[in-house]
């Protein structure tokens, strides 16, 4: 510490360099990450493993058919699927479409939603208040709903929803559910904006159909939706009687994997981010390396004084080493806290999403140690071989 006193002002500048280097890779490491748990969360909005199996061919003829445009997809094929394919632990069918729904003197433009019970675990949509039906409720398509946040809102601004009637396009259906508020989706879409209910209630009484717009299965793990989804696709095209020339006459998606490739973009430009932040602590150990260069030229007559009176080439090299990793820790510790600082700094003044984890942290800290120990080692060890003769005779 008294060398690096010595030549005070070129200790603190080269000090500074690595706490920028530092607090630059704190920072943009610290907003990648962020992205990457943002990413992480819609993954978990999406649901438990879900398989997404949608009515309508993607080109027939060079035409795009989406849903409600073949009507092949049936009750009868999602419990087939279900009952033949291993690696399915959930599977609930689903129609919708637009509805006006009223209660009193309120009324809103809304989605309705048929689904069987287990969709709910499927997408993990959580009840706030009250309960989800039952099975029996579907089997008597029984005229009940559950209402998302934002329908709740607009219908009932001031009471409980729970035990009301409201009037579903024409057909009277009791609230007894509300659930917990979703939030808009990646693509901005209101996930809160629907009414749910029995998929038979909203085939037989709104829609008047026989067919679906779509089955949703819970996968037993992520490793299980790839084999499921060929034997699905499969399985559908024979109960469908599709020739091996012919398209499928529906699509099966799995919105794990866009998200999962969103989530490795997101991994990736943060590992590149990273990588030009750690230039910054690169010119930071170059300027270690100079310095402690420049120190061993200035003190040639120190170190021969030193070997002649006894002092080994470890001895040596321990010194001037020992000034590379004190110049590297102090700097590695301002650094953290230079990185804290504009990291609180940048997410209240610019609103950035900024994650900073204890690995990161300590990760950094001992990254800049290292640095220390890579980039002063040639000037130690060649301060360390110096001929104690010609470093006598030096002036």
């Not at 748990?37 to 398989?51: F, P, R, S, T, Y």
């Not at 750690?278 to 003190?299: F, P, Q």
């Not at 230079?338 to 990291?343: F, R, V």
Request: some cysteine.
């Amino acid at each position: 510490m008294k060398s690096l006193r010595r030549n005070l002002i070129r200790t603190v500048l080269t000090i500074l360099g690595l706490v920028v280097g530092i607090a630059a890779f704190i920072c943009v490491v610290g907003v990648g990450k962020a992205g990457s748990a943002k990413v992480e969360k819609e993954l978990q909005k999406l649901g438990d493993n879900m398989i997404w199996i949608e009515a309508g061919s993607r080109a027939t003829n060079g035409v795009r058919f989406g849903t409600r445009e073949t009507k092949s997809l049936t009750v009868e094929d999602a419990r087939a699927i279900f009952a033949q394919i291993p690696g399915l632990k959930r599977m609930s069918p689903n129609v919708d479409g637009r509805v006006q729904v009223v209660y009193g003197t309120q009324n809103w433009n809304t989605t309705y939603r048929g689904v069987a019970p287990e969709y709910f675990d499927i997408r993990r949509w959580e009840i706030q208040t009250g309960t989800i039906f039952t099975h029996d409720d579907v089997e008597r398509d029984v005229p009940v709903c559950l209402l998302g946040q934002t329908v709740a809102d607009n219908l009932f601004p001031n009471e409980d929803p729970v035990g009301k009637s409201i009037r579903v396009q024409a057909m009277p259906c009791r609230v007894i559910g509300v659930f917990q508020p979703k939030g808009a989706s990646a693509s901005g879409w209101d996930q809160d904006d629907f009414v749910a209910m029995p998929y038979t209630t909203a085939m037989k009484r709104i829609g008047g159909t026989s067919w679906l717009d779509d089955i949703f299965f819970s996968g037993t793990s992520r490793s299980a939706i790839p084999i499921a989804t060929r034997q699905a696709v499969s399985l559908l095209r024979e109960r469908h009687h599709l020739h091996p020339e012919e398209p499928d006459d529906f699509n099966i998606r799995s919105p794990e994997d866009v998200i999962r490739m969103q989530l490795q973009s997101s991994e990736i430009f943060t590992m590149l981010l990273g990588t030009i932040a750690s230039l910054a602590l690169l010119v930071g150990g170059i300027g270690i390396m100079n310095i402690m260069l420049v120190s061993v030229t200035e003190r040639t007559r120190e170190i021969g004084i030193r070997l002649a009176i006894g002092a080994t080439e470890a001895d040596i090299q321990f010194q001037f080493l020992a000034e590379a990793v004190a110049i590297s820790i102090l700097g590695g510790l301002l650094g953290v806290i230079a990185g804290m600082g504009a990291s609180s700094l940048f997410q209240s003044t610019l609103q950035w999403d900024i994650k900073l984890t204890p690995q990161l942290l300590v990760f950094s800290g001992l990254f800049a140690a290292g640095i220390g120990i890579f980039f002063g080692y040639y000037p130690s060890r060649k301060a360390s071989q110096l001929n104690p003769i010609e470093a006598l005779r030096y002036e």
